[in-house]
């Protein structure tokens, strides 16, 4: 596993170093530090992390900068930064958590908490899904979502207007993030629970959603206990 931080006081930066390696006493990390926006830039190109620990305010640089570049990168984001105003912004470009500086071990570790475990989310849910087409970057509201379907280490967003849209985030990454609205139906299926419209049982034990807009998604069976108990 390799965890990136940039930030460029080397107090803190070691400080953070220290402190992760600690939470990761038992699978052992491969973390790096960059103290500067550039080298940040160019170490992902190198090689992608899995999380990425990024202040906002660097030697003048914005730290926007990397999410606006990588906003749909497959690897997780947690932003450590005394910038707390810009703590909403950064939930719309999709990041795991905003740790506020100063910070102390606890605090860290419930954001690092929540990237090893899917089941705990931020308390603010993100806004948008960002993708990129021909080189720019599309913000996609989520309640404009009504189903996510994986497709190996990328996923297929099914849009209310009809429309489908590729994002580079697989869908574990996604349902770590987005809202406890979408639930996970199936092995390769993200749904936003407002858009289904019953549960249909089918010959064989099989189970299939009915969405409000006509489609049926598969229902794996061992969902199907607690989406039924959802709709009651």
Known sequence: MKILIIED???IARRLQRMTSEFFMDRPADIIICDSLQKGLDEIAVQAPDLLLLDLNLNGDNGFEVLEQMVAASFHTIIVS???DKAITAFTYGVLDFVPKPFDEERLFKALTRFVSPALKPDAGIEYLAVKRAGQVRLINIAEVIYIKGAGIYTELHLRNGQNELHDKS???LQQLLP???ERIHKSYL???QQIEKILIQSGTRYQALLKNGETLPVGRSKYKDLKNKMI
Do not use: H, S
């Open 9 to 11: 006081e080397a107090r």
């Open 82 to 84: 005394a910038n707390t």
């Open 171 to 173: 869908l574990e990454l």
């Open 191 to 193: 749904v936003n629970f």
């Open 180 to 182: 406890n609205r979408f």
